[in-house]
T-cell receptor
Framework: AQSVSQHNHHVILSEAASLELGCNYS??????LFWYVQYPGQHLQLLLK??????LVKGIKGFEAEFIKSKFSFNLRKPSVQWSDTAEYFC??????????????FGGGTRVLVKP | GAGVSQSPSNKVTEKGKDVELRCDPI?????LYWYRQSLGQGLEFLIY????????KSGLPSDRFSAERTGGSVSTLTIQRTQQEDSAVYLC??????????????????FGAGSRLTVL
C-alpha cells in the first residue's frame, strides 16, 4: 500500500525565515502530488499540485514544491514566511493519473507556527 | 451548491449510540471521499465513491462504520454503537474526475468544514 511521510510534525520559525517541509511517498508508479493547507478554523484547501511536466510547481501565496522522482519526494518551500502562514500543511498522493480514480493518501501533517 | 456542505457541524453523543453524518458534495462532482481527522493523526482515509462504481471501503476501521451515496450525490456516513475512540472530525470532500487524460481540475479535492463528533 502506498504511504506518505512528512518528516516534521511541528515547525516553529520567525517571520522572514525560509520554510521547507519534507514529504516522501512510497508508491513507485506514476503519481499525482498535492499539498493542502488548513489555516486555523478554516477548511482544508489546495496549495499546489503536480500532475506532469516541470517538476518545480508554484502555488498560491508564494509557495512552491519540487518533485524529485528519484527520491520519491515532493518537498514544499517558501523563501520568506509570514505570520499568516501559520497553519497545518498536508502532503497527499494519488496514483495513476487518468485512471478511473484512486483514493488520495495524506501524510500526517506538519503544524507550522510563524512567530511575528 | 457552491461548496461541500456537511451536517451536523458538531455532534455530541453517548457511547453506544448510533450517529449519522451527512455530506452534500459540489454539484456535478462524481467522486466523494470521507476522511477522519483526529488530533495528531493527520487525515485517515475512510471510504471513496466514484460514480456508479463499487466504493473503495478499504479505510473503514470496523464494521460499525458504513456509508452510502444515494443517486450519486448526497452521502451519509453512519457509525453504529459509537465508542470514545470514534471522536474526531469527519471530513467529506468531492472532486471531478476525467477519464483518459489529465485535467487541471481532476482529482483536486474540495473539502467541507467537517463534522466534529464527540463521544462521551
Amino acid at each position: 500500500a502506498q504511504s506518505v511521510s512528512q518528516h516534521n510534525h511541528h515547525v516553529i520559525l520567525s517571520e522572514a525565515a525560509s520554510l521547507e517541509l519534507g514529504c516522501n511517498y512510497s508508491y513507485g508508479g506514476t503519481v499525482n502530488l498535492f499539498w493542502y493547507v488548513q489555516y486555523p478554523g478554516q477548511h482544508l484547501q489546495l496549495l499546489l499540485k503536480y500532475f506532469s511536466g516541470d517538476p518545480l510547481v508554484k502555488g498560491i501565496k508564494g509557495f512552491e514544491a519540487e518533485f524529485i522522482k528519484s527520491k520519491f519526494s515532493f518537498n514544499l518551500r517558501k523563501p520568506s514566511v509570514q505570520w499568516s502562514d501559520t497553519a497545518e500543511y498536508f502532503c497527499a498522493v494519488n496514483r495513476t493519473p487518468g485512471a478511473a480514480g484512486n483514493k488520495l493518501t495524506f501524510g500526517g501533517g506538519t503544524r507550522v507556527l510563524v512567530k511575528p | 451548491g457552491a461548496g461541500v456542505s456537511q451536517s451536523p457541524s458538531n455532534k455530541v453523543t453517548e457511547k453506544g449510540k448510533d450517529v449519522e453524518l451527512r455530506c452534500d458534495p459540489i454539484s456535478g462532482h462524481t467522486a466523494l471521499y470521507w476522511y477522519r481527522q483526529s488530533l495528531g493523526q493527520g487525515l485517515e482515509f475512510l471510504i471513496y465513491f466514484q460514480g456508479n462504481s463499487a466504493p473503495d471501503k478499504s479505510g473503514l476501521p470496523s464494521d460499525r462504520f458504513s456509508a452510502e451515496r444515494t443517486g450519486g450525490s448526497v452521502s451519509t456516513l453512519t457509525i453504529q454503537r459509537t465508542q470514545q475512540e470514534d471522536s474526531a472530525v469527519y471530513l467529506c470532500a468531492s472532486s471531478s474526475l476525467y477519464r483518459g487524460f489529465q485535467s487541471s481540475g481532476a482529482n483536486v479535492l474540495t473539502f467541507g468544514a467537517g463534522s466534529r463528533l464527540t463521544v462521551l
